[in-house]
């Protein structure tokens, strides 16, 4: 049997927020994702499950408990070596594509791959080939202010995807676009996550998406429960 890509084991997370002083957000918590699939975190909003895909994507520290990405155990890493397992084991997409304002489509992708040490020809040709993958290879030249919602949003899900991680992070995706739009920025993501065999944890609002992944998640009283 394939190892989880992801697995979380008591993960414990609480902030100190003025009176009454310290709120915990996560208690206890453990998740696991097996490799290809795809995974629907269902919360209320301030449920904390911006918080769990900060810890489950190295973002963010838990103050207890394990994260396990591809079988490495990430809590007993350097920081340097935090920050590299994260550049290349993870892909984050948001709510808001934060797509880099003053370079285009295409070049918001080859750079997290230069980061990552990849000639620039290398990732050049991949980037073109992920713009190619969601339909907006035509509008690889073209800075984020000239394309459409969807199109942003498909160009970050090519930069999340740019060095080729195991695990795919995203945080209400589509939560920012019309209903038509972001079922079709969904269907998108879906084959995109089918055709490379990642994991993903996909956070959202949309009952009707959630029900369409493998299966659902509920985050409750800082627990994790079937949806």
Known sequence: MNKPVLELKGIDKAYLVGTPGEVRVLGGLDLSLSEGELVALVAPSGAGKSTLLHIAG???????????????????????????????????????HHLLPEFTALENIVLPQLAAGVARGAAGVRGRDLLARVGVAARANHRPAALSGGEQQRVAFCRALANGPRLLLADEPTGNLDPATADQVFEVLMALVRDTGLSALIATHNLEIAARMDRVVRLEGGRLIAG
Do not use: H, K, N
């Open 58 to 96: 190295l973002l963010d520290s838990a103050d207890a408990g394990t994260v396990m990405i591809a079988g490495e155990d990430a809590t007993r890493l350097s920081d340097r070596d935090r920050t590299a397992l994260r550049r290349t084991g993870v892909g984050f997409v948001y709510q808001f």
